[in-house]
Structure formats: structure tokens, C-alpha cells
């Protein structure tokens, strides 16, 4: 983060505006809802400051920015139309270590004014960090629509439950159920409507009845999918914000990891070829305790739980320990991978089957039905296949796959770092002695990779900005 989001109280604490026009009048305006006393410094007012003035809610100095004393004050907003005079005021500012604003240079000030979402007392704040207000505000109004008015009344109801709610349920853990349940269910619903009476005699009657757990929590497996957090299914997310601990593996993307609830405890138990945080068999174990203890425990694998993602066994646990679960699945990186490389898994003119294989070397091996995987007219995709490329290659060969056949390597596919790299079984170990992709990297073999040059249309950070891809050659990087 550029900006440490913050909300400051200001009611009834002097805020300083230097600046009389329509801009500093707007500024004016936000400091004036949230309580502040302002002075406004300018040499004159603009008709809405006047007003202002007029009705006793501002106090004007008369002068130019010189004029500005910024000591005692809270916060000062430089919003003169003079560049020179706005950087005068702001290094005042920075010297008496007062959190300074300066309209329409962010780099000169200390903080930035977000767009605002007002449900009071409900506020949401959206910063592009100065680099486009423009597209804050988009983002505004679209979360200007999916927040109702009704949160602010709602927040306003649970506000005068909070006493009584935390002397019913002194654990942390039951009060956020109890909450999880009341904001997400017919209390909100009836504030929603409009019906306050009826929300409350509700929520007292859901005080009444709810009791403190101290027996079994649940276990969600969540497929995190292949990295890009936009691939989420709702229902993985609502889920991933509501537990109270989220174990995850190493192949989670960090921005999907983000997306769990914030104070949620995370546990990491990723596994590296030959360095394992924690044993499956503790894994499985792990979970069913911390089940056990109460807690709703978010299991989160990349990719899908149940393509190499060893979630039957540890279900075949939990169903043991008699721990209730559910499995919400994700887009595996096959798909994820592929999709963003422009790669169809199976196409009329080139594959009429695809196949998913561990590429994972066991001993310096590779147990597979190699047989199988030479068939023509086929899509063979090799999970966790990258050290074990020169096997692959060699095998795939030995049973009679043309050398010429195209393969194509996907580093961190779906993210902004995705990498791509096309060739074909002769030369691409050549391709990974001068490019050195590095895990995860999935491996696609078959014609279809032919189609790479033609429909990629996703670009990594390392190629750009996303958008339409120029055709490339095989054996260079997208």
C-alpha cells in the first residue's frame, strides 16, 4: 500500500483550509459533516464559503496563504489555485508535523481525501492513491449501489446491542457468529425494508435463543483456482470471510489470500519437492482439531481441491472424525493456465481429449502409462511437471510422440506474472536452460498449442499491459 487508510476524528477539533474557491468549498463541506471547526484562510470566498460564513459554521481569515498559521490545527488542506503557494503551505504543515492535504498534488501532502461512500455510521472510503481520481470514483458508484442506505440504520441497531451481546457471549469466537448470523440474515432483511420494530423484537428474540459453542465447528475446502483472485467462486469467498482459520498451501496466490477475513488466524502448510511445512497425514489431523475446537476452518488449496490437491484425503478423515465439511471447487490450473495463454485444451481440427498427469518425480521416476499418454489427437497437461521436464520429454519421445510436437510452459499462469514459453520436445529443454522458468509452471503437450501464436490474448506484467498479444514464434516469452 502507498497510503495507510485511516479514518481520523475530527468533531469539534480546528481544521485549517487554505483557499477560497469551489474546490476548497467542497473540501470544506466533507471536514464540516465529519464535526470539524474550520477556518478557512483566503483572500476571498467563493458564494458557497460565503454562505458558510455567513451562517457562523466556518470562521474566515482574510489574507493569501501567508496569512495561514497551521499550528494547533488537526489536519490542514492546501487548496489555492497557486501551485507555489499550496507547496508553501503543505511544508509548513510537514515542519509541525500536521497531516497536510494538498488538492490536486498528492505527492506534496502527507494524506489523500478518498471518495466516500456515506451510510453513516457506515463510511467506505476508495483511493486510487492520487494516480486517477477519475477511476475512484468510478468504483464509487458502483459500490455506491450494491451498499444499501438500510447499513447505516443497521449498523445503528447493532450498536445499541453490543453491550448486552458482549455480556451474553464473552467468547470472541460466539459473538462473531452471532453477528455473521444477524447481518446476514432476516434481521437485516427487515432494516432493509424499513421494518426497524420488527428487526429488533427479532434480534432480541435471536439473543434469547443463541447459545455459546462449545462443540463442533465445520471445514471448507476452497479451491483458491490458479492465482488471478477475479476466478473466485462467491461462494469460496463468502466462505473464506467468514472462518476463523485458514490453512493454505503454497501454490495460493497471495492476492486470493488476502482475500480471507483479516483477523482470521492462517496457518501455513505448504509443501516443496523435498521440504514439507507439515505432513499430509498432520494436515488431516489438523484440521479435524481445530474443527473439533469450534472453529470454522477454511481449507484453502490452489487450483481445484480435488485435481492433485489431495482434498479426498483429508475429507476421508474429517468424514472419520465425524467432522462436518463441505468442497467448493475451483478452476484447476489446466483450465486457468490454459485459457490465459489462449491454448484450448481440446479443439475438432487438433484434440479430442485431454488429460490431466502428476509430473511429480518420485525417486528420480515417473510411473505413468506412457503408452497412453503418446496416443495421437490428444491434450496431455503435466501438473507440478517442471523438474521432471527431461524425463518427460524422453519418455513422451521413447513412445513415439514426434519430436516436433509443440509444448508449451506456463509460469503463474492468470497472474499479472504469467510467462509463457512455446516450443516443442526437441528444443525446449534448451528453451529452459535460457529462460529458467521456475514453480509452478504448468506443462501443456499437443497440437493445440499451435493455436498459442494465434488467440493469446492475455499479457503479464513482464509483457506489458494486459490486452491483445502479438503472434509469437516458438520458443520465445509471452
Known amino acids: 500500500m502507498d497510503y495507510l487508510p485511516i479514518f481520523l476524528k475530527i468533531e469539534n477539533r480546528p481544521c485549517l483550509v487554505v483557499g477560497g474557491g469551489e474546490v476548497a468549498a467542497r473540501k470544506v463541506g466533507l ?50 489555485d497557486d501551485e507555489m503557494a499550496n507547496r508553501e503551505v503543505a511544508a509548513r504543515a510537514r515542519e509541525a508535523n500536521i497531516p497536510v492535504n494538498v488538492v ?31 477511476l475512484a470514483r468510478l468504483i464509487r458508484a458502483r459500490l455506491e449501489s450494491l451498499i444499501p442506505a438500510g447499513y447505516g440504520r443497521l449498523a445503528e441497531l447493532t450498536a445499541r446491542f453490543r453491550g448486552r451481546v458482549k455480556a451474553a457471549l464473552p467468547s470472541t469466537d460466539d459473538r462473531r457468529r452471532f453477528w455473521d448470523r444477524i447481518l446476514q440474515g432476516s434481521v437485516a432483511e427487515r432494516v432493509f425494508s424499513g421494518h426497524m420494530e420488527e428487526a429488533e423484537a427479532v434480534l432480541e428474540k435471536e439473543l434469547e435463543a443463541f447459545s455459546p459453542s462449545h462443540g463442533m465447528g465445520e471445514v471448507y475446502l476452497v479451491g483458491g483456482g490458479p492465482g488471478d483472485p477475479d476466478l473466485l467462486t462467491f461462494r469460496a469467498l463468502r466462505l473464506m470471510q467468514q472462518a476463523d482459520v485458514v490453512v493454505y498451501d503454497r501454490l495460493v496466490a497471495k492476492p486470493v489470500l488476502e482475500m480471507c477475513r483479516r483477523d482470521a488466524e492462517r496457518i501455513y502448510v505448504g509443501k516443496e519437492r523435498d521440504r514439507h511445512a507439515m505432513r499430509q497425514e498432520e494436515i488431516n489431523a489438523l484440521l479435524a482439531k481445530l474443527a473439533k475446537e469450534g472453529k470454522r476452518v477454511v481449507r484453502l488449496k490452489g487450483g481445484d481441491p480435488f485435481i492433485f490437491g489431495r482434498g479426498g484425503e483429508e475429507i476421508d478423515t474429517l468424514a472419520e472424525e465425524g467432522v462436518p465439511f463441505q468442497v467448493i471447487p475451483g478452476i484447476t490450473a489446466a483450465s486457468g493456465c490454459a485459457t490465459y495463454s489462449g491454448i484450448p485444451l481440446t479443439h475438432r481440427d487438433y484434440a479430442q481429449s485431454v488429460t490431466f498427469v502428476t509430473g511429480h518425480l518420485k525417486d528420480g521416476t515417473m510411473n505413468l502409462n506412457w503408452h497412453q499418454l503418446a496416443q495421437p489427437h490428444q491434450t496431455v497437461v503435466f ?11 524422453e519418455k513422451l519421445q521413447e513412445h513415439g510422440v514426434p519430436a516436433d510436437m509443440p509444448i508449451a510452459l506456463v509460469q503463474q499462469g ?15 529443454l534448451d528453451i529452459v536452460e535460457r529462460e529458467k522458468p521456475k514453480p509452478p509452471t504448468l506443462i501443456i503437450v499437443g497440437e493445440v498449442v499451435k493455436l498459442h501464436e494465434k488467440l493469446s490474448w492475455y499479457k503479464g506484467e513482464r509483457a506489458g499491459r494486459q490486452g491483445a498479444t502479438s503472434p509469437v514464434q516458438p520458443g520465445t516469452e509471452l
Not at 484562510?41 to 474566515?60: D, F, M, N, Q, S
Not at 494524506?111 to 494516480?131: E, H, K, N
Not at 501438473?383 to 520429454?393: A, D, K, Q
Open 383 to 393: 501438473y507440478m511437471g517442471l523438474h521432471g521436464l527431461p524425463v518427460i520429454v
Open 31 to 80: 471536514l464540516l459533516e465529519a464535526g470539524g471547526r474550520v477556518t478557512v484562510v483566503a483572500p476571498e470566498l467563493c458564494e458557497t464559503l460565503e454562505r458558510l460564513r455567513e451562517g457562523g459554521e466556518i470562521e474566515h481569515r482574510r489574507g493569501d496563504h501567508r496569512a495561514a498559521e497551521v499550528d494547533g490545527n488537526v489536519l490542514v488542506i492546501a487548496a489555492t
Open 104 to 134: 490536486d498534488d498528492p505527492e506534496d501532502g502527507t494524506f489523500i481525501m478518498p471518495s466516500i461512500i456515506d451510510r453513516s455510521p457506515v463510511v467506505a472510503a476508495v483511493s486510487t492513491g492520487g494516480a486517477s481520481p477519475v
Open 414 to 428: 492468470t497472474t499479472h506474472l504469467q510467462r509463457v514459453f512455446t516450443g516443442t520436445l526437441e528444443n525446449i
